[in-house]
């Protein structure tokens, strides 16, 4: 394997989050942590769990399905400036119950989820991930909502780089009030990847607790901090408006990376708003020259 087939590879395994990826100690490749969906949420620094209502809470926090409409999403972005590394997400959700309680929130609640990430190599070769993700939401009193997901993953196109497996996240999602509300999300707490050398390895969970306060009816803040591989590897805190005039949104946000150097991150992003139409935009604003700037954008319709 040439060089740059090995920088491509090597920069994709650090994507959004400041640990380094768990992977076999045999194998360079696969299942790598990849970025949430969307750019909603990237616009407000990742700070997102507790507000993701919509169709972006299939990755972000499957307990907040229970208050998303049936819709379908598109979201694509490049990973790293001066790369071919992208990732392309298409996402559906839906009600499984018609009646909603007083808080907006149906008892049951589905969605689905597949990402490509790709990255081109030398020699004509495409090192190619995808995953298949399935998420669910309960809501058993109007306050709460639980949610689980279950991903399949495969990874080809690169010798030695093969790999499949499945993973599972739970979350929770509590209304502590009429200005705020408490999610915890679970990544990966049942996880089992197989190599093409047949080894197998668990995926290092990530444990995130987000807290959302609404103090008006036009602006939410929300923070968050991450826990992985037994240390607190990311806080952030992010913002967002209503949509004026029902069209436009404004989002803006600043994450503290603690992986290596500690370093801080500012994002902003902002949606527009036509019919059933939403278009997200988000920018994170990263010093680390291996990433730079990163624009995503992502696209969703009610059905």
Known sequence: MNQ????ILMVATALAWPAPPARAESSQGGAFQLPAYGAR?????GAFVARADDESAVDWNPAGLALAARSAGASYYQLVEGLSVGQSQVVFTTPLSRTRTETGAVRHAAGIMFTNLSAEVIG???????YLRLAYAFTPEPLVSFGIAATGFVSSGVTGFDAWGTSFDMTGNL???NTWSLAVVARDVFSRYTYDDSRDFNKEPQYI???AWTPASHIAFEGDVVRSYGDWTRAS??????????HVALRGGIAVLRAGETRTVPSFGLSARASRLTLHY???????????RTHRLSLAVRI
């Open 209 to 211: 607790v987000g807290l």
């Open 175 to 177: 209304s502590l009030s």
């Open 41 to 45: 949420g990237w616009g407000m620094a």
């Open 237 to 246: 805190l992010g913002a967002e408006t209503e949509y004026f005039f029902s």
């Open 4 to 7: 740059r087939t090995m920088v």
């Open 124 to 130: 004509g070769e495409t090192y190619a991930e995808n």
């Open 282 to 292: 988000g920018a994170t604003l990263d010093e680390e020259d291996a990433f730079g």
